[in-house]
């Protein structure tokens, strides 16, 4: 297990400063794309859809090693 660490980009830098453990790097943007799409619920709900958000997967060195962006998590249908 590793602990990755799953900062919020939204305007601003927002650390996460505990992190989580996860299997492997996968495990990790499956939690960041389901974080994303709950912020993104609760955004709604306010009447705001946050598309320019991302969350920033970093390892304990405090490397990124990927993003996942608000706007790929969802599917927008519609015309």
Request: net charge negative; glycine share 6%.
């Amino acid at each position: 297990m590793e602990r990755y660490f799953l900062h919020l980009v939204d305007g601003k830098f927002i650390r996460d400063d505990e992190g989580q453990e996860f299997e492997c790097l996968e495990a990790a943007k499956a939690e960041a794309v389901a974080s994303a799409r709950s912020l993104m619920r609760d955004a709604i709900w306010h009447g705001r859809l946050p598309l320019n958000e991302s969350i920033q997967i970093a390892d304990a060195q405090g490397q990124v090693l990927d993003t996942v962006a608000f706007r790929d998590v969802i599917k927008i249908e519609g015309n």
